[in-house]
């Protein structure tokens, strides 16, 4: 991957800051790794600006700091250092959507993991999940949408994204 991502500080135990500068300024952001469930070593990802008076990520705001390609490369450099120190994990995101919005999130991940398939289908496994919707919304709450996880095709839409290693 050609784009230099932002040096990260661990803050807890799976959880990172770096910092967004652009355009806008520097904002803080932070992204945190949560096991899911044991029983199938499922972890998510998630990331956001961080917000000291909650002590907590904001996943739903959009800074709009210029610097979208390195947020995402800062983020992905994590998730696959992840899965080198935790070969059995599952590593899962999805981009948080307030109704009535469109899933650009979803959408800037799923552009990303396109971009550099060839190159990231050489050591993982890619999939794609496709949530069962009744008019336009997802059913359940994630990581319990109702759906079923397919292997990632580009240039296909999904709702939320998992990698591991290939063994």
């Not at 300024?25 to 909650?54: C, H, K, P, Q, S």
């Not at 450099?77 to 992840?82: M, W």
């Amino acid at each position: 991957m050609d784009i230099i991502p932002y040096p990260t500080y661990e803050t807890g135990s799976l959880e990172y800051s770096f910092y967004s500068v652009g355009h806008t300024g520097v904002i803080e952001l932070r992204m945190r790794i949560t096991l899911m469930d044991a029983g199938t070593r499922f972890y998510n990802i998630g990331f956001g600006v961080w917000e000291l008076w909650r002590e907590d990520i904001n996943d739903k705001t959009t800074i709009r700091n210029g610097d979208t390609d390195r947020i995402l490369a800062t983020v992905s450099q994590k998730a696959l250092e992840f899965l080198r120190q935790n070969p059995e994990a599952n590593i899962a995101a999805t981009g948080s959507v307030l109704p009535g919005e469109m899933p650009l999130r979803t959408r800037k991940y799923q552009m990303g993991i396109s971009k550099y398939y060839s190159e990231l289908s050489e050591f993982c496994n890619i999939y794609g999940f496709k949530a069962n919707k009744v008019d336009g919304v997802i059913m359940g709450e994630w990581p319990d949408w109702d759906g079923k996880w397919v292997r990632f095709v580009p240039g296909t839409n999904y709702d939320a994204f998992l990698l591991n290693l290939k063994k």
